[in-house]
């Protein structure tokens, strides 16, 4: 009903050029106090072929100061986007604190595309739409403020347009993508996704704002004072509670009678020679599993956790010499630089995230979230309570119905980290390893086990298990890590391969 | 891995005597406490067969104030919820403000009992659990407290207890459901699914709590326990600021540019003699649409709004004499009553959702949630703000994939407004239709068109339309409302036909 309805309103030169002239002072200003006080800005350019997102992204850029404001189109796709799961490319765009950042027909474009094409169902798309407004949500709940503007034009100002463009692609001036095709041969058809979309992405947080995109003036305007308004009631709010109903109580532990880590055996143990036996076939194995992976452009992410001198390090040496180091990086996360500590908490795991079929080792990793950052106090309580959710929804595009995600947890009793502590004390090239914070974290071990606890029964998931490994003798750590992988190596390849052949 | 290991801790007679004691006094007096301040709590009871939920249940009743807690299980299933869209059963049995709701195995047993049996996919899953959360957020974003509570054991200790069942079911003693014999058959499956089904609604504002359930001692303490915590941590935050990032402008019509209500064409009307002639056949045409809807279960609600004095009343009389009145019913819409004021603010048009293939009529709705409550400040603006997407769910779960949702706006200009207002003023029998309130109202005719232009735009789906309907001509407006729904119900009539053809 509303597609049918006449919105064509427009402004004369006269009164743009007055507006505009308002509309560009009072936005830039805007972008300063964003600068200032460190507020990360996304602003989606939206709507139909021949709605003018293109020259209106051009004016902001003209109006805005370009040194932090960044455009960003998705009709290119590199090679490094199409090896990651999809999520990765969006993650990578966003904008640190204080800066903007441009997406243009960008996240809704492609899905709706395909639901119109009949490529997707409509349960597929529903859950891609779902996907969306869960990064948004993210993004949202930790300060980023997200402008998402429709412009809209009616059917018959679409054909016109259309009909002119195709007249200009004839000539050789301009493309027309089957897109335009399609979205001009069957209008209504896009449109109803259109209809679609908008109700299950327009949300508080992250609000769709309709434009009249009939005339050009009028729209720059309209759109332009869209964006303030927005930033405006950011900065208002910037100083109000962002909480939601928490109550989520602190000591899972305790409530729920289940603590994962007293259950660890740490009496399992093995021979040296054994040992040395076990770890060349195992290393030899997966060395040929990784290839296989990689062919199959399967990836994998491996992380460790566990108390400081738990054997970590070792451990992951073991396995980087049973991959080849061409396909494999080892992240160490210590605290956060100053470019990963201006962007949302996971941007700096997601940029890491391997390429189909590669290997990433994270030594630490975004559990320090709900460890670390939780005992300590770095994050807030609402930050560490909303974070569970977070990580689970961040594993699940990661994985991408394909990938292999493993966590390991080494565990050692508090006993057998004082042993290694003072060892490590008393070897000359292993005394940078041990600092103070060790010790520091040590008298915390009771906080740390409460928050290891709850953190293995919300997040332990079946496509990303957590595996907890005996860690007291290290050699036989080291091997069942190593049997861990190999296992899931092996059987995710036996399902992909079974798959491939339906 | 999780699944694995052995939680089977327990408490002595002893012991469990001095907890006992403690965690029922602690819970009554909480229980107190969330009457006085009108918290309500809704309690999840879950976990697989054997589990011991039942005498769990049966405990909470004994140690809580009967008279303000419900139980509710959902192994029964009548007719009444059947027939209507699914969501209706769970928000049938929301407590009010102050009271206890218990679910025993609900929400989640259904959906979970059904992939595990491959009778949905798991995109079909997803999608449920989504609806799920979204439901829980709603609620708890407007202070409602919900506990879940995951009853756990062993795969062993499943075992075990599933075989002394099925001896006491061979005596006949108890029931052994279909349910009972797959997990039983295929507990390591139905595990799987429940390692999806926790990371997929395990969020801050609604979180599960995995209880060892081994010892029926221990998990009767640990249970409370975690209620209890969770109540505790509510009231504590009551006053806290509930806030989401309001990035939310408030007047979009200024923003967007785009006034629907400027549109309409108040200039429409038709000839007595004609309006008689085609209401006849439109009334006819709907009674026998409106049976062909009932046989086929195609419920449908049709909405009415528009400013007073609009012919409401008179275009609602004219479609209730085209249905049999056995099957509709015109729900009037004004302030809640005090129990629809205890309810979240959608329970009370949930309540009349119609069965299938029945007719509900709203005069007014819940859409007075982002018009008279967002003018006169009933509700808050973040109340407001989120309004629009909590409206878009229930609409929804409420089409059902199936159901007809109509909303139309009548509209008239404020001088026929005045007339009208004077008009009944002078004539006797219509005196009480016009006070004090509506010319209150009038005075603030400016925001509520601000109102609902931006409610037009939020909550255009294409599934559930707005019909603006011009109503300066009362005769022209009510033949238009009929001649939308005869449209309507043709268009579902003959898509269902022929969906149920293939």
Redesign the interface.
Known sequence: ??ST???C?SYTQKEYKALARDARIKLFNLQQQCMTQKVPVIIYVDGVSGTGKGSFVNLLSEWCDVKHLKNYSFWFSFDEERLRPEAWKYWMKIPKAGEFAVFIAGMYDEPMRKLAAKEITE??F??IM?DRVEFERTL??S?Y???KLWF?ITADEHKKRMKARKKLNNKGEIGFSTYDEQSNENFENLN?VV??M???T???????????AYDEK?RN??AV??IS??????LD?KK??????????DN?E?????S?LD?VDLSLSVPKDEYEKELEKLQKDIYKLTYKAYELGISSTIVFEGYDASGKGGAIRRLTQSIDSRITQVIPISAPGSEEAAHHYLWRFWRHVPRAGFVTIYDRSWYGRVLVERVEGFASQ?EC??A??EI?AFENELINKKNILIKFWLHISLDEQLRRFKEREAIEWKRHKITEEDWRNREKADQYKIAANEM???????QA????IPGENKLYARLEILRTYKRVLEERIKEIKKGKKK
């Not at 305790?254 to 289940?258: D, E, P, Q, T, V």
């Open positions: 009903m509303l309805m006449n919105f309103q349960t597929e529903n859950e779902h949202a709940q300060g403020v997200i402008v809209h109803s209809g679609k908008l109700p299950l327009d949300k508080h947080f992250a609000p769709w704002y309709i434009i009249d009028f305007i309209k004072e869209a308004k927005c930033i405006e009631n950011a709010v109000t509670v962002v909480e939601e109903f928490p109550s989520m109580p899972m305790a409530l729920s009678g289940i994962v259950q609402w309570k909303r569970f959710s689970n293995f029964l919300r997040t332990n998931t079946v298990p957590w595996f907890i």
